[in-house]
């Protein structure tokens, strides 16, 4: 099992390009999330979807949109990126189900906006 | 809002001794608190999870309290190794029983040989 997959690794936009990371899980979990995470600040939640076909927002939402595609992929786009994005962005994913709340997550993307 | 603080950024300690690490919340009680390890250009990886109803929580030199009166878990490491020097961070259920999860700043352990 390869577990929570994040591509690309490494990403340097410029201001105002889009694009959108990726996220996969081969654990069958219900719940996914994307967190940011930045030095002094920790990580912040920016979307979650507790099940398929549902998101919602999080801490830190604007700026991004996300897309639960089917249950194992969770995607987060930046329409138009701005500089305060530049971060390192983590996907996890957890059963969901009442009991199983430990996360798993990505290694993450590395994202810089010039 | 729930707010999370764990009370070190950094904390420096020998081979062979416990490392206790602190984690205050301010709001609600939390149905569970959960710890995860942070090594640089990593995800976190969970550790240990435990309930409201829970007092203490081990798993092999690792223990775990959560003391809901003073709103407050703490986080040992008995016989600590350099290997564990990592940052340790505590989360919380974002609202107060569901999956997603809020996290504090974290604190960096430095083990020394």
């Known amino acids: 099992n390869a577990g929570v997959t994040q591509t690309p690794k490494f990403q340097v936009l410029k201001t105002g390009q889009s694009m959108t990371l990726q996220c996969a899980q081969d654990?069958?979990?219900?719940?996914m999330y994307w967190y940011r995470q930045d030095p002094g600040m920790g990580l912040r939640l920016i979307y979650y979807s507790a099940s398929e076909g549902t998101t919602d927002k999080g801490e830190v939402p604007n700026g991004y949109n996300v897309s639960r595609l089917n249950k194992r992929e969770f995607s987060l786009r930046l329409e138009s990126a701005a500089p305060s994005q530049t971060s390192v962005y983590f996907c996890?994913?957890?059963?969901?189900?009442?009991?199983?709340?430990?996360?798993?997550f990505g290694p993450g993307t590395r994202l810089t906006v010039t | 809002s729930q707010k999370i603080e764990q009370n070190s950024e950094a904390l420096n300690i020998q081979e062979g001794k416990t490392a206790t690490l602190t984690c205050n919340y301010t709001?609600?009680?939390?149905?569970?608190l959960q710890w995860y390890r942070q090594d640089p250009g990593r995800g976190p990886v969970f550790l240990l999870l435990?309930?409201?109803?829970?007092k203490e929580k081990r798993k092999e030199r690792l223990k775990v309290t959560f003391d809901t009166t003073l709103k407050q878990s703490l986080f040992h490491i008995t016989a600590s190794q350099p290997a564990d020097s990592a940052t340790y961070l505590c989360a919380l259920p974002e609202n107060q029983a569901g999956t997603a999860l809020i996290f504090g700043k974290g604190t960096t352990l430095s083990v020394s040989s």
């Open positions: 709001n609600y009680s939390p149905a569970y």
């Open positions: 435990i309930r409201e109803n829970e």
């Open positions: 996890a994913s957890s059963g969901g189900q009442k009991g199983n709340y430990e996360q798993y």
């Open positions: 654990m069958n979990h219900n719940s």
